[in-house]
């Protein structure tokens, strides 16, 4: 299951503007455009098997969701609303929740809905080359034994979950779907880590940069770098709370057992916070340093034209002045006029350096 | 009913210097200036029925009152403070609503009047071209089963609604006038989105346009775009609380039924105020490249100034030197010193350029 | 009673280092320095009659503290402390709040003294030329059926009260003392948005101004209107909360049907607020602006002196060097060597000009 | 008992370095070096009588620990660590409070042992030269009838309360230790806001300087200013919570006919945060007045060079032309040729002053 | 027990790539490179004896678990996760925390397990050059009466705790394992104040140099402080919060008597907060600072240039007409032509200067 993601060259339909004014529950497909068919994959384990198949018809998976085993049914694209419809049905997933499934740019959240839970979030993938963060909507149906995600691409990152069910290594077979559900968020969480430690090698890189002769593309990697960190707080501020109400939550649904678990993750999100607020700090003081090499620059070429220019100019109106065609200029008869000044230019032009060494212009 | 609203030339009478030491509950109008008739709509339906008329005279609607049937009762215009105050006794709302109701520019707001609650917000209607955010004060009463809307203009984003009452699509018509208020609070946050994306689509041509050469316009343009920004977020904030204090009523007048529905433009709420979050951090870093960009300029223009004068400064002052007509200059005789001249200052101009090279000033 | 305030020439007593190791209690006059005598009016009213008149003897008002009618007794003048003291002996007020209503520049609070609320806040008055925001210290006694009011100066704004109670209009005469409270309490919120329109007034100049050439005096005008903002913002957010704090108040003094008044007053400061950050962000952004105005003057200059510069400099010193008097130059022979001087020099200011246009500098 | 804090001179041990790794409760001053002998003095007063002395042997004060009369125990200097090690053992004080006592620097706070109550705050004693704002730390022992007070230096801002006991003004005497301690907080209060009106001259000053010619200095004494908000704001702001927390706490102690008192000081705290953070405002609109004043004076200077250089440049070029030596130079021989080249001089100069009279640079 | 980091060398593990993908629980290593042995050792007594030994086989120290003694082991180094993991399979400790204790870069946190307290936080322990801050992860296991602490490297700050536990001085050896907890806390946060100092005495530095002759350099140096208080900041806001959460802890295994020392240790941390914030504001004022030299200096060198080229430039242009070739100039044929020439460019010389001295450009 390799990672085939093209994410510079897709496209979004983000624009609200297709729904405005329909009813509630509507579903409307908002999210990247895809051309792949859905495809549903299903893991169904306990203890002791483990089987893992891809549906040909919807109804296979309806057993699954009274029976004993673990089942995570998981869903790679949502730009197919009937499919999401028909799982919908088929599991009694409300129709506000339908419509956020479809709708790819939800703030993450949670809801408990007594029988299951929904939350959605962003899942950080790697950074393409123009936004340097890339993302893609999660959203997770938690059931009493059953997990059902919706994911916007093909391809993903749960596949050290998938090798952890399948080859029994851990507790995770031993466990419920809650203790999955934890299990996916945490990889998330830790993918946010790799994408902060991408954008903590690039600032790194910039820093040096920066130092140099920089020309303005420096500023603008500098604000590209701030509204990746920007886009990274505003995924996992409230990814944070997410995490932090599953845990409070008083529900069947996420037992005792799981939830030092999951507080396990908020710290991560807590630190990833953290992180990304010194990386904004970081970032604002590089600008500070842009701007201030900048002025010390042009002080430097100020400096420059300055010396040149007053020690010349002084000299050049000398020479003039002997340049002038009055008939009556005693100097230019002298014998040693022209020598004279030349010592007086010499003399002018000391003084001038050394006004400058003293002033540390050099 | 087609959007006729000129609002690029339209004035306000938004001076509150009208109303200074007048009685509580004393109605002025402030707002548009209209010159239009105020216009009446009901619309009355339930599971099986749609009617849908123009009152002639305000006592038609008094029976709608306390029909069992979900009446909606528009109100195009509230210039005429008459017709305010006539429904206001009808419908018995506190003369302090009243006030609010005819007094535009209200911060967003819910009261609970036990009997019926009030609602006021801004309607976002597009960007005129000078304030980039166009907004209308709408306020509701819902009673138990009606809802009564006042606008300041004629022409609304409604019709969608409309639609949906007149065909029955979806549940609209099964349930109450609290549903029927959601329909409307939903319509109003997603144009909130059409203005917002609007916005962002200028920022995204403001972005192209600052890289380039830019004059001071832009960042008029910048500050005007911050203003709008500024203005939705005045609007989003409150009408959040708003939402989530209807979500929270202990009151009949708003059913279990229709809270998941508010949570659901509480959570749109949500986002819009990310984005405007995010629009204002854009805009402050494109201020900061604009400034940069200013400061590059410069120092671009000072070191062309520099470069040249730094050449020919000096070279100026040689020619000057053998311009100059003392008797005795034993050079001006050689056969070479004119070729000779020549070379040192090649020399002399070679020797500048090699300095700006190292300097990295090419 | 016309408003004869000349309040840009009247000196405040704000040094506290008078106050200095007193006991509390002690009554000492800080605030604008008054000449004129302490002028004490009375209004006592109820739904038949109103009786207005100004004691000779103090003595004269205390049957007003037990009669059923409501008595406004307003005391314009605090620098005779001595009457403050006296009346605060009559209706048995706290020394420590005597001592806060002769002590002008108190933060506007409440205090619940069970038999009578004490109230202070601001009243802006208009603008003097020097600091755009005038204000004076306005004390409440509100009492079972008697309201007292100490001011600074003569001449206030309650003239539209005073013709409500005299010409019975409205409510006025049928309710009770909270109620002209209220009435006084609006009328000062009221006042508060003349200020901020006059502001915002001069706020549009300012930005029309800053466009053009504008000098360092438009930077003291925004830093004179923030600071105005900053007054407003100090005296209206403790006044916000000393309303909120009335409206929760479990006391007798405040009548139930008072409160919603109280709301509607508590949501016109609550927009105050809002305005008035508009305000400063605006007036930020206008310093942006001028920052920028200043660069790109800098820029324009320095691009005129660069053109004029680049242009001439290497032009002279070409026919510098033609200047020179060697005796071997043979272009000074050459029959078309003038002109071919200045064809070469055309060939070199056409390049340069080139250049510029290329670059967009004109 | 006159003052004579000679402060620029004084030295703080303020390492607290000597500390680490001690035992905690180990008493090792921390503060102003001292070189003075402790002074224990000591008021006994109640509403009959009122001694006071110096004791020789703190096994004086020990029978006032249980008198009826209230007694005021004034320690000053607290580099003696034995003294106060001793005191704490008469009266009962816990280790870790002696520790705070002896180690200057503290933050204000305030703890309720039961007994006894601990205040530690910072009390402002003018200003020298260095930092603005000079502080010494006041440490307070609130029992039920007595009141022991420890400050660093010799001569103190209390004697206005001391003459008030002596003399039996107020109602001081009537009263108990925590009156007493209020009236000593109330007097430190008050410090506060003389130093905040010599800040705010020193502002107004600056203000006026900022104006004119205003070298780096300027920018120099902004700053220090700006520390001396700071260093207020971090005494004023925990005094505010522990004042507070004194109005609130259950002990008796602190009897309820007091906290109206502390209440009043409380207000005065709030006072003094406001002008502080409006000071700061100030402060840095300042910093802004002055940085583009820097830019407006660059501009000046960058005119003046533009219009002599942009003026004469191009006229030097043509007295240039006609100095050079060519064989075959038409003009020269002229009969007006010289007067020609004036006039066209005098033109170049007129378009060059008109251009810069339009463009405003006069 | 020398102290022999040479931390500038020393390598981090801090990807946490790593870890990606790996079941919860799993111990990997993130942190200091080190090579150096597992060093564990055991403080055990009680208030007769103390003995000290490194055991050599890690089944040595169960029977601490369970003594009345009080035992302190320490461990040296987290790189070896299989003594970390032993160690915690003979003391319960949860597999999650085992993993927060090989894992450095915790952020501060205090977890309670009922039967053990967890507690991990950030160690400074000095600056060097490259970071100014330099920390370690330090984790402690507080249960009834053993102490296990985690260090990162050999060598540490704890000696004088040691010292008083050998040499018996205060109460430490006559109370239980959370009184030694709280004294290794209170070590740590003395050594933030040591490296406060530290930072305060470069500030202090970096102020005079600010004032002098400054380069690029000192906004670096600025910039590498300003992220040394960031990184304090983020160690000691959140292990404020632990200490709180300590202090307010319902559990045996702090003990009433023990909270005083964690208040005490709770309000260093509050002075370290504060103190931090100051430094914040310092650096801030003092890249204002450097600002405004640049513009400063900026303005020098202009006004220097400024002031040569305004002299010299109109004297040049008149010695270039007396250079002109024509052959009617009358001027040159006067007779004091040339001197008139003179005392005309003096005056025009003086003219300038006095405009400048005017200016007050000297």
Same mark, same amino acid.
């Given at each position: 299951?390799?990672?085939?993601?093209?994410?510079?060259?897709?496209?979004?339909?983000?624009?609200?503007?297709?729904?405005?004014?329909?009813?509630?529950?509507?579903?409307?497909?908002?999210?990247?455009?895809?051309?792949?068919?859905?495809?549903?994959?299903?893991?169904?384990?306990?203890?002791?098997?483990?089987?893992?198949?891809?549906?040909?018809?919807?109804?296979?998976?309806?057993?699954?969701? @009274?029976?004993?085993? *673990?089942?995570?049914?998981?869903?790679?694209?949502?730009?197919? !609303?009937?499919?999401? %419809?028909? $799982? +919908? #049905?088929?599991?009694?997933?409300?129709?506000?929740?339908?419509?956020?499934?479809?709708?790819?740019?939800?703030?993450?959240?949670?809801?408990?809905?007594?029988?299951?839970?929904?939350?959605?979030?962003?899942?950080?993938?790697?950074?393409?080359?123009?936004?340097?963060?890339?993302?893609?909507?999660?959203?997770?149906?938690?059931?009493?034994?059953?997990?059902?995600?919706?994911?916007?691409?093909?391809?993903?990152?749960?596949?050290?979950?998938?090798?952890?069910?399948?080859?029994?290594?851990?507790?995770?077979?031993?466990?419920?779907?809650?203790?999955?559900?934890?299990?996916?968020?945490?990889?998330?969480? @830790?993918?946010?880590? *790799?994408?902060?430690?991408?954008?903590?090698?690039?600032?790194? !890189?910039?820093?040096? %940069?920066? $130092? +140099? #002769?920089?020309?303005?593309?420096?500023?603008?990697?500098?604000?590209?770098?701030?509204?990746?960190?920007?886009?990274?707080?505003?995924?996992?501020?409230?990814?944070?709370?997410?995490?932090?109400?599953?845990?409070?939550?008083?529900?069947?649904?996420?037992?005792?057992?799981?939830?030092?678990?999951?507080?396990?993750?908020?710290?991560?999100?807590?630190?990833?916070?953290?992180?990304?607020?010194?990386?904004?700090?970081?970032?604002?003081?590089?600008?500070?340093?842009?701007?201030?090499?900048?002025?010390?620059?042009?002080?430097?070429?100020?400096?420059?034209?300055?010396?040149?220019?007053?020690?010349?100019?002084?000299?050049?109106?000398?020479?003039?002045?002997?340049?002038?065609?009055?008939?009556?200029?005693?100097?230019?008869?002298?014998?040693?006029?022209?020598?004279?000044?030349?010592?007086?230019?010499?003399?002018?032009?000391?003084?001038?350096?050394?006004?400058?060494?003293?002033?540390?212009?050099?």
């Amino acid at each position: 299951m390799t990672d085939r993601r093209p994410s510079g060259q897709q496209k979004r339909v983000n624009r609200i503007t297709r729904k405005v004014g329909l009813d509630a529950g509507a579903l409307i497909h908002v999210g990247l455009l895809q051309e792949h068919n859905v495809r549903v994959t299903v893991f169904d384990y306990d203890g002791t098997h483990c089987d893992q198949w891809q549906p040909q018809d919807l109804e296979e998976i309806v057993p699954l969701k @009274d029976s004993p085993t *673990v089942s995570w049914i998981n869903v790679d694209g949502i730009h197919d !609303v009937q499919i999401v %419809e028909r $799982i +919908g #049905q088929l599991f009694g997933i409300h129709p506000l929740i339908q419509e956020d499934i479809v709708h790819a740019g939800q703030r993450p959240k949670m809801e408990d809905m007594s029988d299951h839970i929904y939350i959605v979030l962003k899942m950080l993938e790697g950074q393409d080359s123009e936004r340097e963060v890339d993302w893609e909507q999660l959203s997770m149906i938690i059931g009493p034994n059953f997990l059902i995600t919706f994911q916007e691409r093909e391809g993903d990152i749960f596949d050290p979950v998938r090798q952890r069910i399948t080859e029994d290594k851990g507790k995770i077979r031993k466990v419920g779907a809650d203790y999955l559900a934890y299990a996916l968020l945490d990889l998330v969480v @830790d993918h946010y880590f *790799v994408v902060l430690e991408r954008l903590g090698d690039k600032i790194e !890189v910039l820093e040096e %940069e920066i $130092i +140099g #002769q920089s020309g303005p593309e420096v500023l603008n990697k500098i604000n590209h770098l701030k509204r990746a960190t920007l886009t990274m707080r505003r995924s996992v501020w409230p990814l944070r709370e997410v995490i932090s109400n599953m845990q409070r939550l008083e529900s069947d649904l996420i037992k005792e057992t799981t939830k030092p678990y999951l507080k396990d993750v908020y710290d991560h999100t807590i630190q990833i916070v953290d992180t990304v607020e010194t990386f904004r700090d970081m970032l604002s003081g590089m600008v500070e340093i842009y701007m201030s090499n900048l002025s010390n620059r042009m002080n430097e070429v100020m400096k420059v034209l300055t010396m040149i220019a007053t020690i010349f100019i002084p000299l050049t109106f000398i020479v003039g002045v002997y340049g002038m065609n009055f008939q009556y200029m005693p100097e230019l008869h002298w014998r040693y006029g022209y020598a004279a000044v030349w010592i007086v230019m010499l003399i002018i032009a000391y003084g001038m350096v050394s006004y400058f060494r003293k002033r540390k212009w050099f």
